[in-house]
């Protein structure tokens, strides 16, 4: 039996000042200095750990925000001094799609590799645009067999990138089928080329050391080679050269040491991938292809030809690029996916989904809508305490100093983050009563939709709802 999957970590503490959501105004002057004072009996013990922090305070105006919001010291107080108050730096990070929500929780999961619990419990919407109008099936999680992060009964996360037959031929007993080259990801995970605006010096060597570290591959573009080959060259297992229209091939001997390439899409993307297969004939070559208004038909198109994996890319916000009313990445992965199983092609192709995937539900929704496995970028650099604030220009001061950050703790954060997110992908699928992560693809019977409901329930009463 093959080593189960396991990703080891160690607490990476974060390198700058906190910032939370919540903070505890206390207004100490009419304070009776009660025996049983509330703040010592805090379950999360925050208000010690303020004590400590105001004793080693680097900077003036680095307050603490670090409550979990359980009000229970509030509703408590004897004398109600006590108060809850939002931090208005945390309302400022992110935009309105990689909410500050989104990213507190990225850094709780980079910093300790667990899953993130919040005091308070879910405060937010059950809907909601993008991700947030799907919900997973969660029928099984009453089965204590279904427990997957405990490990009382194996759950694959294993995927199979590549091109499989649709069928298998014999001649004489013997299976006379071609099979061709399948790369084996022990996660539905691949790691997509940082984008330029958010891009920093030092960042691909630390991505390609979690990559190692996680045994997952990462794509970094062609043309970076030449600076990364003299710390790069130990991580070749782990690294997909991307190659953009007109980029000169990488070395043989480098190539071939390889396992995945991925090219841009184009006219000649056959010709292209047969090059390259003359160079290494086991290397699985991927075709990206952004999802603009034209994407869904090239992709679907691509799919019924010898394609081994496309790579689907929406925008960071995973909207459709360059049109005025853009739909969602998983409307659009659900699209192409349904019409390949229409054209009997499905089975042969790998899908990758790319662009607005934030949280580790995302991951999970992205292969119910139709995705063998999911790309993610931001997320990484978010893990290091990025605001995603857009003022990483030249002259601008960096709130999460990322202009002088050590190769150890990046790589140390990005690793505690995918280990999070696997241990979320096996909880969902233990959840939902699933072994495999193979069997969950394009499933769409454990998850509901919104506007499937809304139509189901309102149609019949009201037409269906037109589009913005």
Partial sequence: ????????????????????????????????????????????????????????????????????????????????????????????????YWTPDIIHTTWLQAESAKIPVSGAGYRGRFSGPGFDSMWTDMSEIVRPTRDGIHGREYISTSVDIGRKPAFLTFD???????????????????????????????L??????????????????????PQLCETAMPYLKHIAFYLENGAALIEPEILKQTRLVEISDGNDVVKRIADIKNIHPQIVVAVRVELTSHGIERA????????????????????????????????????????LIEK???????????????????MAKGIICGADLVSINLPLLVGL?????????????????LDNVETDYCVGRMTNLIAAWHGQLTEVMGAMGMREIRRLRGEVGRA???????????????GSRKPA
Avoid at 317 to 334: Q, S
């Fill in 172 to 202: 004489v007993g013997e299976s006379s089928t071609t099979m061709g080259t399948i790369v084996d990801n022990p996660m539905p995970l691949i790691i997509d080329m940082m984008p330029s605006e958010y891009s920093l010096p030092t």
């Fill in 385 to 401: 305490e990025c605001h995603l604030c857009k003022r990483c220009e030249p002259g601008m001061s960096c709130p999460a100093k």
């Fill in 448 to 462: 509901m939709f919104y506007e499937d409901l809304e139509e189901q329930i309102f149609g019949k009463l009201f």
């Fill in 300 to 339: 679907i198109k691509l799919g019924q030809m010898d394609i081994e994996v496309i790579h689907l890319v929406a925008d960071l916000n995973g909207n459709e690029i360059g049109t005025d009313t853009p739909r969602f990445l998983k409307d659009m992965v659900r699209h192409i996916h349904n019409a």
């Fill in 344 to 362: 009997g092609h499905r089975d042969e192709v790998t899908l990758i989904a790319g662009g607005g995937i934030a949280l580790a539900e995302h």
């Fill in 1 to 96: 039996m093959s080593k189960k999957y396991h990703i080891e970590t160690s607490p990476v503490p974060p390198r700058c000042a906190r910032v939370g959501k919540y903070g505890i105004v206390d207004w100490r002057e009419d304070c009776a200095r009660c025996h049983n004072c509330v703040k010592k009996a805090c379950v999360y013990d925050r208000h010690r750990q303020e004590l400590e922090y105001i004793r080693n305070l680097n900077e003036v105006d680095a307050l603490f925000f670090d409550c979990m919001g359980c009000f229970s010291c509030v509703q408590e107080c004897t004398k109600g001094l006590l108060s809850l108050s939002r931090n208005p730096v945390y309302e400022r990070m992110g935009n309105t």
């Fill in 204 to 225: 691909e060597p630390a991505i390609l050391a979690a990559a190692k570290n996680t045994e997952l591959i990462a794509l970094i573009d062609a043309r970076q080679w």
